[in-house]
Structure formats: structure tokens, C-alpha cells
């Protein structure tokens, strides 16, 4: 037995289990962890929401269990603390964090759309310095300054002081030059594949850089080839589906008739969408749009859309709208974490001036998804592109984890509404 003075700590374990996993959950959920990509106020708004909710379900969990009852000033010692600390930390990040970080310096090895991979780069890393590339033949004039011949990158990263060579789908690489880069890779240089760096520094596949090769070889994009999976998957999805039709019922009866009292038609709106192998089938949805939005044939959702009434503006920002196609999931239609469904005339409209479109297709459409979660609502097919880019990543990295991270962010998303049209 403990002496007396260290009962706490047996006392409280569990209790200091169950307050680091619920505030853990909520700013995870609530994305409070992209530290130094923020905007500043969506930042407080993130970091107090994420507190208040963690200390009510610890609280809430706390009461259920009478030894392990806090007193209320701790809680709101323990919100105060948080958030301030939280806070605290961001303002330091900012002001100091360079300062104990090295800039990475990039050189681009090839020229194929080397102005478009300075692009990405500069999303997905924008502490990098890129001093410019090496290659010959023609090169976008946004690649940045020629460094010198293709034959010679691991002398000219030792020239300019680069810290790493990222090799574009054209880098000319025999075998004396790749025994060169792979000396250099073993004393501290880094030489990545765009492909494999972008897909883990931004979460997705940048389409412009992948080829059929890559595709065929790059491990993933197996689900239909792992029938466990596929069945998993399917089980997740009747479970998930018939447990929120239930709950969601009475939420479902009230949207319903404020739908119809504000303005005449029918409650649920059915279009034909794209699903698995380009199949087609009917979505069911809240009809949050005049009965006559599409009497001049299908356009994309745009901002402040004024074919959108009141009530659809707003289920549509909380994403009610979604909600009976909890039936479409039931039905094998559709997944509850997919890409999303397109209308075969954007879909065809599209496969036309975005490489690997189709791909989407190997997989069933879902309610929510890795694009919907990380990319605002898209209207053009710019923001198409970039979509695909996160469903790619999606279809490649499918798995159990995957699809429980999106479920988790789709709450987020939902607490905190982003593109939603």
C-alpha cells in the first residue's frame, strides 16, 4: 500500500487518462495542431472550442465515476490554463520558431513542368528556400534561375549549400549519376521524388507529375485486390450508416419541414451522380435549391449562389443536406468516406482536361472524404484538380486509420464550416 501522501496518484491516473485523451481528441479534431499555417483568430476560436468541449465530456465522464470527481474551480483552473498556455505557445512559435529551424535550400533535378513544381513546393513547403533547377531544353520561366547541366546535381547542390535535391519525373539519371546520389543521400544530402515528397509533406498526388508507370508500380491503389479490406469496409459503412439513420431521424423530420414550409416542392432532391466503375445511380439529398436552379441545364455551385434559399444555405453549412444519403450507403451506392459523387456531365467534361480523372472511379463515392475534409467546396475546374489530388491520395493510402482520421476531421469541418455551398 502507498503512503497516504501518494494516493492522488493512484486516485487520479485514470481521471488524468481520460482529461489528456478528450482534449487530445477535440484538437485533433478541431485541426488545432497546424501550428504556424493558421489564421490568428480561427486559431483562438479552434483552441477555445476545443478546450470547452474537452472539458465538458471530461467533465461528463468525471461525474460517471464518483473517485475520480474533480472540484469545479479545477476545471475551470484547467480551461483557463489550457487555453492560455495553448495560446502562449502559438505566439512564441511565430515570433521565435525560425530561429531554431533550418530553411530548407531545394534544387529541382529536370525540367518537366519545373514552374509548376516551384508551385507545389511552395504550398507544401513554404520555409523552403528553392534556389533553382538544373536541366536543359525547354523550361516554364516560373522554374527559377538554371543552376547548371542535368549531369552534375550532387556538385552543383555542394555549390549553392542546397540541403536537397528533389528529382522530377525527367531527371536524367544513369548509373554513374545515380551512384553519385546515392553516395551524397548516405552522407546527410536528401534527394526525394516529388511524387513521394509532395504526398507526404501536402497529403496529396500531384497529377501533373505522376505517370501510367508510376501507377502501375508505386504500392497502393489495391483495395479491390484486398477482399478483407473491401469487406471491412462494407460493414463499416452498413453499421455507421443504419446507427446514424436512427439518431438522425428527428434532425432529418425537422429539416424536412422547414424545407417544405418555406418553399413548394419535394423534400428530397434525387440526381443522377458517378459512382464505382462509372456507374451511374440516383443520390438522394435536401433540397436546399429552388425547384427551377437547373432549368437552363447543370452549372456549378457558385459562391453565395442565389439559387440557394435560407433554409438550404444553412443545412448545407452544417451538412444536413448529406443526410439521406445515409440511405444511398445502406443501399451499396455509396461509401461513407469516399470521393465525392460528380454529375456525369462535369465528369466527362472534366476527364478530358485533368489527367487520371477516371482513377476516382476505382473506388465507390462517399458521403465524406479526404478531399472534402482538406479542400474547401470546389466550383471550377481548378478546384477540381486539386481535389482529385486529395482523392488520389486517398485511393492510394485507403485503410482503417485513414478512414477513421477523415471521420474525426469531418467533425471539424462541420464545428467549423469550411466552402460549403
Not at 248 to 267: C, D, H
Not at 334 to 345: A, D, K, L, N, Q
Request: charged share 25%; with cysteine.
Amino acid at each position: 500500500m502507498l503512503p497516504a501522501e501518494y494516493n492522488v496518484l493512484v486516485d487520479y491516473t485514470g481521471a488524468s487518462t481520460f482529461t489528456t485523451f478528450f482534449f487530445l481528441l477535440f484538437f485533433y479534431v478541431l485541426d488545432c495542431y497546424n501550428v504556424g499555417h493558421e489564421d490568428v483568430r480561427d486559431s483562438i476560436a479552434r483552441v477555445s472550442v476545443a478546450s470547452v468541449l474537452g472539458i465538458i465530456f471530461t467533465g461528463f465522464t468525471f461525474y460517471s465515476f464518483e473517485h475520480w470527481r474533480f472540484e469545479r474551480t479545477t476545471f475551470v483552473v484547467l480551461l483557463l490554463l489550457v487555453v492560455g498556455m495553448t495560446l502562449l505557445w502559438r505566439m512564441v512559435y511565430h515570433r521565435f520558431g525560425q530561429r531554431f529551424t533550418t530553411r530548407p535550400r531545394v534544387v529541382l533535378v529536370g525540367v518537366d513542368r519545373a514552374g509548376r513544381v516551384r508551385k507545389l513546393l511552395n504550398e507544401g513547403m513554404p520555409e523552403a528556400e528553392i534556389l533553382g533547377y538544373v536541366g536543359e531544353g525547354d523550361v516554364d520561366p516560373d522554374a527559377g534561375p538554371c543552376l547548371g547541366a542535368p549531369y552534375e546535381p550532387v556538385e552543383i547542390a555542394r555549390r549553392y549549400g542546397a540541403t536537397m535535391l528533389v528529382m522530377l519525373p525527367d531527371a536524367p539519371v544513369d548509373e554513374d549519376i545515380a551512384r553519385d546520389l546515392l553516395d551524397a543521400k548516405l552522407r546527410g544530402l536528401m534527394v526525394v521524388d516529388i511524387r513521394t515528397l509532395y504526398e507526404h509533406v501536402a497529403k496529396r498526388i500531384p497529377v501533373d507529375q505522376i505517370r501510367d508507370e508510376w501507377l502501375l508500380t508505386e504500392d497502393g491503389f489495391n483495395l479491390n485486390t484486398q477482399g478483407s479490406v473491401r469487406r471491412l469496409k462494407r460493414a463499416f459503412d452498413v453499421i455507421v450508416s443504419l446507427s446514424l439513420l436512427i439518431t438522425t431521424a428527428p434532425i432529418m423530420l425537422v429539416a424536412a419541414i422547414a424545407i417544405r414550409m418555406e418553399s413548394p416542392g419535394p423534400v428530397i432532391y434525387r440526381q443522377k451522380r458517378v459512382g464505382i466503375n462509372e456507374q451511374e445511380f440516383m443520390v438522394l439529398k435536401f433540397r436546399s435549391m429552388r425547384t427551377d436552379a437547373e432549368k437552363d441545364g447543370a452549372v456549378w455551385a457558385t459562391k453565395g449562389d442565389s439559387r440557394v434559399t435560407r433554409v438550404g444555405r444553412f443545412i448545407r453549412k452544417v451538412r444536413i443536406d448529406e443526410l439521406p444519403q445515409l440511405w444511398n450507403v445502406l443501399r451499396g451506392d455509396m461509401s461513407m468516406i469516399g470521393p465525392r459523387p460528380e454529375r456525369m456531365e462535369f465528369v466527362r467534361q472534366l476527364e478530358k482536361v485533368i489527367p487520371y480523372f477516371y482513377v476516382r472511379h476505382s473506388v465507390k463515392p462517399g458521403i465524406t472524404g479526404w478531399a472534402q475534409v482538406c479542400y474547401p467546396y470546389g466550383a471550377s475546374v481548378e478546384d477540381a484538380r486539386y481535389k482529385l489530388e486529395y482523392d488520389l491520395y486517398y485511393i492510394k493510402n485507403m485503410s482503417p486509420l485513414l478512414d477513421i482520421q477523415i471521420v474525426l476531421k469531418t467533425v471539424g469541418v462541420i464545428l467549423f464550416p469550411k466552402g460549403a455551398r
